[in-house]
């Protein structure tokens, strides 16, 4: 028995949500902004299902309608300011063994990144795609992306590294 376009693209959705929430959640820094970009995202999907569904290509066409909506969103006027719950209320999986004042420094430091930054280090990093992918999904050069990539790891780097919080502070060595 044949399955209707709306049971395929129920099950998708249904495997894929929670995946493409986590990327707007990184992506934007915001819980309401991610379900708003994926909802958009989705009745875009939805729109377009028949020929993505032709092409075999669901993951690559809402990973890029999830960024580009969360693109969108930030050239928005009205969403120039920067709101969004505090780190620590966060609902992103991380791996385990994570320190909470490493995911919520984490956390934060993404947030600082711009759009376009953010954009690249999570789909390099989360949906592990190539350079030359990162590129033709933001329709930017692989020199942007590398650049990008790299200035954005540095910058997430520095805000791990807390001149405060050492290794050995918890082992009652000798200062």
Known sequence: MARTRDEDFAAWVAARRGYLYRSAYLLGGDHHRA???????????????????????????????????HLDETRRPWRRERVGLPASHTQVSVPTGVEPE??????AALRDLGPRQRAVVVL????????????????????????????????????????????????????
């Open 124 to 175: 390099r990093h989360l949906w592990g795609l190539s350079v030359a992918d990162t590129a033709a999904e933001l329709g930017i050069s692989e020199g942007t992306v590398k650049s990008q990539t790299s200035d954005g790891l540095a910058r997430l780097r520095r805000a791990l590294e807390a001149p405060h919080h050492t290794p050995h502070d918890s082992l009652g060595g000798q200062r």
């Open 102 to 107: 490493v995911r919520d420094l984490l956390f």
């Open 35 to 69: 379900e708003d970009v994926v909802q958009a995202a989705l009745a875009k999907l939805y729109v377009a299902w028949p020929r993505v569904v032709r092409t075999s290509t669901p993951d690559a066409y809402a990973r890029r309608v999830v960024v580009n909506a």
